[in-house]
């Protein structure tokens, strides 16, 4: 019946709220502000699409300030500013999964050395890749698993790897 309260101990799955004619899940956004929490801020297309969403939905939040693009596939949530480690996540992102933050990007994540660069290095282990703006990507035949680690949440070359 319209309008008749609940019984006792029922709760909604989710709530909502309208936006327009559509409805939004707001557990859909806690699970894209998780997400993306875990990336400095990020989440990509293919991450998105994971929780249900499709391009119309992409495109609605996009234009509503609620994702903002920073590389093709790869969205900021909530703000467009990123730090420094944001701005490396989203260049390894943008490249793919196998992708890792490299060179002299990897060498001032690992605090090696400083690199204030606009431009962002990442390796990828295959011959081809598109392009990206910002992103000087270094393809290797020779990059294996153990030539790559995790700093602060950031896929990257150990060490070893960035000296050489």
Sequence with gaps: MRGSPKPRGEEAPYESCLSGNKRIELHVEAQIAAMAERQHGLITLPQLQSLGLGRSGVSRRARSGRLHRI??????????????????????????????????????????????????????????????????????????????????????????????
Aim: aromatic fraction near 2%; include cysteine; glycine fraction near 6%.
């Design 71 to 164: 590389h093709r596939g790869v969205y900021a949530v909530g703000r467009r500013d990123l730090t420094r480690h944001g701005l490396w996540m989203a260049a390894v992102l943008a490249c793919g999964s196998e992708a890792a933050l490299s060179h002299r990007s990897s060498g001032a994540l690992h605090a090696l050395r400083p690199d204030n660069r606009a431009r962002i290095d990442v390796s990828v282990p295959s011959a081809s890749t598109r392009t990206r703006p910002r992103i000087d990507i270094h393809r290797s035949t020779t990059l294996t698993p153990s030539d790559l680690t995790t700093v602060h949440a950031i896929p990257c070359t150990t060490v070893a790897r960035t000296l050489v």
